[in-house]
């Protein structure tokens, strides 16, 4: 049987294992999809046994994206701008690393949520791991523009300076959240950890256009602190990054199997649970 699991340090909760072991169900495929526990100062030798035991891929998660990353004997584009890797294949030839989180948001963004990403003002809050690794896929949505806000303001500015090449038409820019005061967005997303610590970023009142899209990647039962913050401006259209999760699964199930599974009813699963949680 091809073996697949998610390598993290917590991982006891992962909802990795359930959502593949569901596509798989779905689709027909034969596969084993589990949990493995790496010691904080063990990724690679914890990878390596995996490895040399029969399996096929890892999925990678917190703290390990970096490690994964410098592993990979190759990587792919999105990997390299992510500067992570969460998608492991063993080949023949060596470790494949590749990035689906940022291709996971857009999906979410686009086929679950509806929302139209070329020609949208997009706010990006955040300017860590989970900003880096959304921004080559949002550029390549074509946004008219992207606009990167964070707490410390010189991260945002480097940060978007060296996603300068691959901006083409998008207008990209980079600042603190006071800067953002006066303008309007379409889209504002949030990648920072704040909702990790129930707080929500300080951002001036007034962002969203009419119809705006408020979208957080952390989830949670009922609305995180800062999509909370969204609603109390009178924003209607909100979303939590569990569609993310899914389909970043999907993305690395695509590339593993060859098919891509259909995430609508795993997702429907998944937050009927949290919300009965
Ligand atoms: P991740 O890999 O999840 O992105 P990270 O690299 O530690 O995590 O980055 C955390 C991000 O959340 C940063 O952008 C951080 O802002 P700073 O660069 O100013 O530290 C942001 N962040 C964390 N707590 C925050 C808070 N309470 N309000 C606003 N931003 C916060």
């Known amino acids: 049987m091809d073996r697949y699991a998610v390598i993290g340090n917590p991982i006891a909760h992962s909802k990795s294992p359930r959502i593949h072991a569901a596509f798989a169900r779905q689709t027909g495929q034969t596969l084993e999809y589990s949990t493995l526990l790496a010691p904080l100062e063990g990724f690679v030798t914890a990878v390596e046994n995996f490895r040399s035991a029969g399996g096929r891929g890892l999925n990678v998660t917190v703290p390990f994206k970096l490690e994964a990353f410098a592993l990979a004997s190759q990587r792919s584009p999105r990997a390299e701008a992510a500067g992570a890797v969460n998608t492991l294949t063993f080949r023949a030839d060596g470790i494949h690393g590749d990035n689906t989180d940022g291709a996971g948001l857009v999906r979410d963004l686009t ?17 860590g791991g989970a900003a880096r690794g959304a921004l080559l896929p949002l550029l390549q949505a074509a946004p008219s523009s992207l606009t990167l806000a964070n707490r410390s303001a010189d991260k945002a500015v480097a940060l978007a300076e060296s996603f300068r090449p691959s901006a083409n038409g998008t ?27 129930s707080e929500a970023p300080a951002l001036p009142t007034g962002l969203y256009a009419p119809g705006a899209l408020a979208y957080d990647m952390m989830y949670g039962k009922g609305d995180t602190a800062y999509l909370a913050t969204a609603r109390a401006e009178g924003v209607t259209h909100l979303a939590d990054g569990l569609g993310m999760l899914v389909e970043q699964a ?14 609508g009813p795993v997702l429907a699963d998944l937050r009927r649970e949290l919300s009965a949680a």
Do not use: H, K, Y
């Not at 086929?111 to 020609?119: D, P, Q």
């Not at 006066?182 to 610590?197: K, M, R």
């Not at 999907?250 to 098919?259: K, Q």
């Open 111 to 127: 086929t679950n949520l509806g929302c139209t990403l070329a020609g949208r003002r997009v706010l990006l809050l955040g300017a």
């Open 171 to 197: 207008m990209l820019s980079a600042g603190g959240f006071p800067d953002l005061a006066g303008q309007q967005f379409d889209i504002v997303i949030n990648a920072t950890a704040a909702s990790l610590s």
């Open 250 to 263: 999907a993305e690395s199930f695509l590339l593993w199997r060859g098919v891509r599974p259909n995430t």
